[in-house]
């Protein structure tokens, strides 16, 4: 109930605000003398609307996580401590609390959804990409295997590809030879 008054408050207000808006930007749209000066009347009066509706959401409080980088001469006994697993847990959830808050959502076109989401049929047929559902999340939970484990076993494969690839004419120069 509470909520819901507040939000036609907030509406009330908006409104009065944007008929404010909308009777300075009907005056300069008039003092508009080209198209690009009209294109400019729209844009800030855009961004004053949603400036003022950003002003009114309410915003999330998060720890401040010190994330900056330091010198090994400058650090002290504490930064060279490893954390616990349970801060370094609280740490990583406040910093992805704030990342998913300050993911906003984009409209795609039809070509960059193409582009870019695939579909569950597409992303089987390619030969890199691994599929892992939820029989072989609980595999890899009971081996204590994790994401950055996983990562390097995918980083050394690649090396092993790298290197072999640099190698592989004299690989194959050897092979002749040998014959």
């Known amino acids: 109930m509470a909520l819901a008054a507040r939000e036609r408050e907030l509406l009330a207000e908006l409104d ?16 508009a ?22 002003a009114q959401i309410p915003k999330e409080e998060f720890e401040d996580i010190d994330m900056s980088y330091k010198p090994l001469q400058l650090m002290t006994v504490e930064d060279v401590k490893p954390k616990s697993p349970a801060q370094l ?23 960059d959804r193409a582009k870019y989401i695939k579909s569950y049929d597409e992303v089987k047929e390619e030969n890199g990409m691994i599929i892992i559902d939820t029989l ?19 980083d050394k494969r690649f090396e092993i590809d790298v290197k072999y690839e640099q190698t592989r004419d004299l690989y194959e120069k050897q092979r002749v030879v040998d014959q």
Request: hydrophobic share 40%; glycine share 2%.
């Open 16 to 31: 009065v605000q944007t008929g404010l808006q909308n009777d300075m930007m009907q005056e300069k749209m008039k003092e």
């Open 136 to 154: 072989g999340h609980i595999i890899l939970d009971n081996q204590n295997i994790n994401l950055e484990i996983l990562r390097k076993i995918e």
């Open 89 to 111: 847990r609280h740490e990583l959830t406040e910093l992805i609390k704030e990342a998913k808050s300050k993911i906003k959502p984009v409209l795609l076109s039809k070509r």
């Open 33 to 54: 003398v080209t198209d690009f000066d009209r294109y400019m009347v729209a844009n800030d009066w855009l961004e004053a609307t949603l400036d003022h509706i950003n």
